[in-house]
């Protein structure tokens, strides 16, 4: 059978280490028929707001993507695809694996940590008013009222929404996906000591489903004493499930102690979809420069290969992969150990060569 994908090379670095990926996904044998689909500040200023659904229902359509990715300039009417696709498609849980690649420095080369973040709530859900906004005005006066704390006037506010569901349904993944990869422990990061009524709510939800659970263990953090021992005992970190913002910052840290955003594969996962991207961003400054790592792309599309079935595929490539950075001979800038480091294009050469 042969699999529909949605391909969005986004802008920036996207596109190379997008093609990069699509090269070693093609030589692994995976049937898979690419949906290419441009996204990007050029392309909206030409199509405007129907750029963004076109590329929305090509990946309504088909379940699954491969997303370089995608810059947002600031400027009225231009939407993040990032946060559009999450809503749209309902992509509520994000999965960022850390592990250790042979042959690339890392402070802690045993490491092997999954972190499952929340991706429609909290904090990073964008409800914002300004400082001067009548809005904000109103709620000033609601928070004096009922909490008795007057804020200033030049006050700007962010609201933290978290619901049951919303952070049941990411435990529920994070337990899944521990399941299926014969993990160990699942552990909730929150600081429910501070924010009873998001967190503490979080915490309550990740426990009623770690009842369901009986096979994998289960534990709690406040999120400092959970950085704290990803840095001093990593060894200790399994899956690790938190709300949206802790897991932008702790999937960061846990990428930097195995070489570097660089290494660090993405996972949105909703129910009737999947988008498969590296965490870095877009990095506009190197783009066009055939000198960004496509190893995160390229580990992102092993990611893909297993969400489709295609495990045999996916374990070659993972394969593959490994065989080069063990070697360090077309490694780029950030993980290189000779110099002159290798360009985009020769490490998805020198992978394609592994899968031949």
Known sequence: MTHQVTLIPGDGIGPEVCEAARRAIDATGAPVEWDVQEFGAEAYLREGPALLERVIESVRTRGVALKGPTSTPSGKGFRSINIALRRELDLYAGVRPSRALPGVRAPFPEIDVVVVRMNTEDLYAGIEYDRDDETAGRLREIVSATKGTALSP???????????????????????????????????????????????????????????????QFDDRLVDNACAKLVMRPEECDVLVMPMMYGDIVSDVAAGLVGGLGVAPGANLG???????????????????????????????????????????????????????????????????ERPPAATSEVADAVVEQLS
């Open 154 to 216: 030049d006050t700007g506010i962010s609201l933290k929404p978290l619901s049951h569901d919303a952070a049941a349904r990411v435990a529920r993944a994070a337990f899944d996906h521990a399941r299926a990869n014969d993990r160990r422990r699942v552990t909730a990061v929150h600081k429910a000591t501070v924010m009873r009524a998001t967190d503490g709510l979080f915490l309550e939800a990740c426990r009623e489903v770690a009842a369901g659970y009986g096979d994998i």
């Open 271 to 337: 129910h009737d979809a999947a988008v498969f991207e590296a965490v870095h961003g877009s990095a506009p400054r190197h783009g066009g420069h055939n000198r960004a790592n496509p190893l995160a792309m390229m580990l992102s599309g092993v990611m893909l290969l297993h969400h489709i079935g295609e495990q045999a595929a996916a374990a070659r490539l993972e394969g593959a992969i490994e065989d080069v950075t063990r070697a360090g001979r077309a490694l780029t800038y950030d993980i290189a150990r």
